[in-house]
């Protein structure tokens, strides 16, 4: 039994065909992208692309799957590169080492990819993603916040007018209106978000303006994210 005769007895030969001749670009490989990854690569998908200009640091062992003592300070593409290579060694996978951005845009060959996933930070840089996705013609599924959020039971995935309680989805919402886009998949959380400590509360010596987090919203966000991807090149 080889590794993918399990997927063969749900999809079968021509649905892994389709999914091995698939070119999958994942913008972001953080808490929710490192895991959309990780399932394209366990499912088949033949072709990854991996854009993140950061390194794994200390803090990401909370709830990366890329991030180990062994993997800090590393670049996040390199080191997803050699996962997805150690699970399936001919997935085709190319690092992109660097920001996404609207002034380098350009440089991304939206073209050649068949589904694009939009796991960043950034509302600039997602709004990129989408527009250029649409201009190539290539489905593009968007990840909306996942941090100060405990509950992964309250992720759902929705057409982007339909989301509700989530703060990035409200912008986004705004932002895409405003760009006359009228459809956009996305993951999101109907979760309140959960108001965090203070510093005085936690102890910690300084805190950056960023959101709590925990494993289990980003994993199962990413997880989501990949099973939407598989449906859609599988045309399910």
Same mark, same amino acid.
């Given at each position: 039994?080889?590794?993918?005769?399990?997927?063969?007895?749900?999809?079968?030969?021509?649905?892994?065909?389709?999914?091995?001749?698939?070119?999958?670009?994942?913008?972001?490989?953080?808490?929710?992208?490192?895991?959309?990854?990780?399932?394209l690569?366990?499912?088949?998908?033949?072709?990854?692309?991996?854009?993140?200009?950061?390194?794994v640091?200390?803090?990401?062992?909370?709830?990366?799957?890329?991030?180990?003592?062994?993997?800090?300070?590393?670049?996040k593409?390199?080191?997803?590169?050699?996962?997805?290579h150690?699970?399936?060694?001919?997935?085709?996978?190319?690092?992109?080492?660097?920001?996404?951005?609207?002034?380098?845009?350009?440089?991304?060959?939206?073209?050649?990819?068949?589904?694009?996933?939009? %796991?960043?930070?950034?509302?600039? /840089?997602k709004?990129?993603? *989408?527009?250029?996705?649409?201009? #190539? =013609?290539?489905?593009?599924? @968007?990840?909306?916040?996942?941090?100060?959020?405990?509950?992964?039971?309250?992720?759902?995935?929705?057409?982007?007018?339909?989301?509700?309680?989530?703060?990035?989805?409200?912008v986004?919402?705004?932002?895409?209106?405003?760009?006359?886009?009228?459809?956009?998949k996305?993951?999101?959380?109907?979760?309140?978000?959960?108001?965090?400590?203070?510093?005085?509360?936690?102890? %910690?010596?300084?805190?950056?303006? /960023?959101?709590?987090?925990? *494993?289990?919203?980003?994993?199962? #966000? =990413?997880?989501?994210?990949? @099973?939407?991807?598989v449906?859609?090149?599988?045309?399910?």
């Amino acid at each position: 039994m080889d590794q993918f005769e399990r997927i063969r007895m749900l999809i079968g030969d021509d649905g892994l065909a389709k999914l091995r001749a698939s070119k999958v670009a994942v913008f972001g490989i953080g808490g929710v992208g490192g895991y959309v990854c990780e399932a394209l690569a366990r499912s088949g998908v033949g072709a990854l692309e991996l854009i993140d200009h950061d390194r794994v640091s200390e803090s990401n062992l909370n709830r990366q799957i890329i991030a180990t003592r062994d993997s800090i300070g590393r670049l996040k593409t390199e080191v997803m590169a050699e996962r997805i290579h150690s699970i399936c060694p001919d997935t085709e996978v190319t690092q992109r080492p660097c920001f996404f951005l609207p002034e380098n845009a350009g440089e991304f060959p939206f073209e050649t990819y068949s589904y694009a996933v939009d %796991a960043v930070d950034t509302v600039a /840089a997602k709004i990129e993603i *989408i527009l250029c996705a649409r201009e #190539a =013609g290539v489905p593009v599924i @968007s990840s909306m916040g996942t941090g100060n959020k405990m509950n992964p039971g309250e992720l759902k995935v929705a057409d982007i007018t339909k989301t509700r309680v989530c703060p990035l989805a409200r912008v986004m919402r705004r932002e895409m209106k405003k760009r006359g886009v009228e459809q956009l998949k996305v993951v999101y959380s109907e979760e309140e978000p959960m108001v965090q400590l203070s510093k005085a509360e936690t102890g %910690a010596e300084s805190r950056k303006i /960023a959101p709590g987090s925990m *494993i289990f919203v980003p994993a199962a #966000a =990413g997880l989501m994210i990949a @099973s939407e991807v598989v449906k859609d090149l599988l045309g399910q």
